[in-house]
């Protein structure tokens, strides 16, 4: 698996935006007029994978087939053309490739694989040797330009057309000072008047302001009393958003470990309160919308060992699925239900998650827990990924049901600690069988 496999990505003509603006750039900003056409290739340098793996990032991470054009070591292009490639500099972060790297770990979670990206340019039309140097290097000083300070060529030009009026400006520049001098002294009159009356006013204001002062600290010393409740609850606010802040600081570091697979952090769970918290955050997340969210949370629950952050992961995004399923543009003017439930049953927590929104097809459902699949709009396909992962990290299973134009619901069914031990148990009742939980796949029903 150490090859380099090379594949170079195009947009589409209809979708090339980024192309066509530099080479409306060039014509006009460079003024190289024979320049017909410009065209834009990411090419990504791959190594360390497999090739079916790399075939699978062909498709899902490289490139996106609706939109872009995906040529495998070399492209066409014609004798008259030329190109040239940009690269990162040594020590350079690379966003692009970074990203790329960690989807690619997603598909095969035991491969490490090294990805290089370097931005290709095909100049078209009949230009000279010296045209195309000179365009060559203005593209090499304008992409180091756009990568530290996000400007465009455009943006560069009107940066020195405007520096250049103010040089004009400054050109004269004895006028300039016989002016700067003359509203200096008028300053110095208009400050001389405003003491003036400053000290008039002040004599005056003094005697005034005695009696209000004394007026408003009654005033204060009621508002004081009156809101004094009004205080304690907007603190108490504040320290609840202080905590969401830090969860989701925590959340983002650990999901970055997590897909590089990193295991969970174990720790004791006190479960009613965890899920009551979690069911609170979503429901004021919600509270804009016209969908109606409801929770049973049955009552001392027994004590979970698991990861908390990685668990109201799974919660926040079954609770986000519910929501989209029945609101997907996010329009807050549609109606509905969302229904949370925990109790137990046969030995094991169970986590129920209802809505009811348009349903899942069964053709849907063979591939809702692949990678990067997505059947939303603008759906990244990573969630239930996610939670699939999540949940076997944490020896539960998963269970779908779902109803053609009636809803959904998930239940995700975890071990919980024994009485008296800090381990958690696997037995099941007579209702069930013995299984391995680390190995479990979703049970899927569709009706």
Not at 23 to 47: A, K, P, Q, S
Not at 175 to 195: G, N, V
Not at 304 to 310: C, I, N, R, S
Not at 367 to 380: E, L
């Amino acid at each position: 698996m150490s090859n380099v496999k090379r594949v170079f990505v195009e947009k589409k003509p209809e979708f090339a935006v980024a192309a066509k603006e530099l080479g409306h750039e060039i014509r006009h900003y460079l003024g190289i007029t024979d320049v017909t056409g410009v065209r834009v290739l990411i090419r990504y340098d791959v190594e360390n994978i497999s090739d079916e793996t790399f075939e699978k990032a062909c498709q899902g991470v490289f490139a996106e087939p609706p939109v872009d054009i995906l040529y495998k070591e070399t492209f066409n292009m014609s004798d008259a053309d030329h190109s040239f490639s940009v690269e990162y500099l040594p020590g350079q972060f690379d966003q692009r490739a970074d990203s790329a790297e960690q989807c690619v770990r997603f598909i095969k979670e035991d491969e490490t694989p090294v990805i290089h990206t370097a931005t290709t340019y095909v100049i078209e039309g009949t230009i000279s040797e010296e045209e195309f140097a000179e365009t060559e290097e203005r593209l090499n000083v304008l992409n180091h330009i756009k990568n530290r300070y996000g400007k465009t060529l455009e943006d560069v030009n009107r940066a020195l057309e405007e520096k250049k009026a103010r040089l004009d400006i400054l050109s004269d520049y004895d006028l300039y000072l016989e002016r700067l001098k003359k509203e200096l002294r008028d300053a110095e009159e208009t400050l001389q008047q405003a003491a003036e009356r400053l000290t008039t006013l002040r004599k005056k204001a003094a005697k005034e302001l005695t009696a209000k002062i004394s007026s408003h600290l009654l005033d204060l010393n009621f508002l004081e009393v009156k809101f004094e409740m009004v205080f304690q609850k907007f603190s108490e606010f504040t320290l609840s958003g202080i905590d969401d802040v830090e969860f989701m600081i925590e959340l983002l570091t650990r999901l970055s470990a997590y897909g590089h697979g990193a295991a969970p952090s174990f720790e004791t769970i006190h479960t009613t309160p965890f899920l009551r918290h979690a069911a609170l955050s979503f429901a004021a997340s919600i509270s804009s919308s016209n969908i109606e969210f409801t929770s049973h949370i049955a009552p001392e629950l027994p004590d979970l060992m698991g990861d908390p952050t990685l668990l109201k992961e799974v919660l926040i995004n079954l609770l986000k699925n519910a929501f989209e399923a029945i609101d997907p543009e996010h329009k807050d003017n549609i109606s509905g239900s969302i229904h949370l439930k925990a109790f137990m049953r046969c030995g094991k927590l169970h986590i129920t998650i209802s809505d009811s929104g348009c349903g899942i097809t069964p053709e849907q459902i063979d591939h809702i827990f692949n990678p990067f699949v997505s059947f939303k709009k603008g759906g990244s396909g990573i969630g239930l990924a996610i939670v699939k992962r999540i949940v076997n990290s944490h020896m539960g299973t998963l269970d779908l049901t779902s109803n053609i134009g009636c809803g959904t619901t998930f239940s995700v069914i975890l071990p919980v600690k024994k009485y008296g031990t800090d381990k958690p148990t696997y037995e099941t009742s007579d209702m069930s069988h013995n299984i391995n939980p680390g190995s479990c796949n979703p049970i899927i029903r569709c009706n």
